[in-house]
């Protein structure tokens, strides 16, 4: 089945500590993005990428860090300058880079610091 | 600046009956989209119903259709014959329609949470 996997489903951090979190498609979209939702809120967009090699900051990339050296997957570093990491994340993609599109969202990974 | 607000933090409707769930939005561009996105318990983001703000005509996907209102700056999401497994959280939200850029400007609003009574 086609699909957004993301991995881990729940990960913890300490202080101090960078984190990574997975995101795999096989849509074969050209375009990913990374969101962040916290309790009582929408979601708020990290990062995004049109094409492979390339990625642009959306409204609060502070404190994150992204690399898209595959079409197929988009990891996303939350560094120990993310000072407030606990939150929800969700990646997601689209046929291509374009305002109108479907998103297509994986299932989502909780972040909690210990 | 691009806002979307959604009043009704939570909603009940009884199962098979009809439910509304508000959206307003404001925005300075003369074109754009809306969506309406459902979140299960799951938190899986799942597209319910696009509309393209250019066509008058209401979008609709089987039991979900919309009264867009554009003079009013207004995108209600009504479910017909409500099912348990509409319960979720439902989020609105907007994007310019543009010749180049992406979704980087796609604003989604704090969310409705819909309740199905059996």
């Known amino acids: 089945d086609g699909g957004i996997t993301q991995s881990p489903k729940y990960l913890f951090r300490k202080e101090g500590q960078n984190v990574t979190l997975s995101c795999e498609q096989n849509?074969?979209?050209?375009?990913m993005y990374w969101y962040r939702q916290d309790p009582g809120q929408g979601l708020r967009l990290i990062y995004y990428s049109q094409i492979v090699n390339d990625f642009q900051k959306g409204d609060i990339a502070e404190g994150y860090s992204v690399s898209r050296e595959k079409k197929e997957s988009f990891p996303l570093t939350v560094t120990s300058a993310q000072k407030n990491p606990t939150a929800f994340y969700l990646c997601?993609?689209?046929?291509?880079?374009?305002?109108?599109?479907?998103?297509?969202f994986g299932s989502g990974t909780q972040l909690s610091v210990l | 600046a691009q806002t979307v607000t959604q009043s009704q933090p939570e909603m009940s409707v009884q199962e098979a009956e009809t439910v509304t769930l508000s959206c307003t939005y404001d925005?300075?561009?003369?074109?754009?989209?809306l969506f309406w996105y459902k979140q299960p318990p799951s938190r899986q983001m799942i597209l319910v119903i696009r509309q393209e703000a250019y066509k008058q005509q209401n979008a609709t996907e089987n039991r979900f259709s919309v009264n867009f209102q554009k003079a009013a700056k207004s995108f209600s999401l009504k479910i017909s014959d409500s099912q348990l497994g509409d319960a979720a959280m439902y989020f609105c939200?907007?994007?310019?329609?543009?010749?180049?850029?992406?979704?980087?400007?796609?604003?989604f609003g704090k969310g409705t949470k819909l309740t199905v009574n059996p």
């Open positions: 925005t300075s561009e003369s074109d754009y989209y």
């Open positions: 849509l074969n979209h050209d375009a």
């Open positions: 939200a907007q994007s310019p329609r543009a010749t180049q850029g992406g979704s980087e400007k796609l604003v």
């Open positions: 997601a993609s689209s046929i291509r880079f374009n305002r109108g599109e479907k998103l297509f």
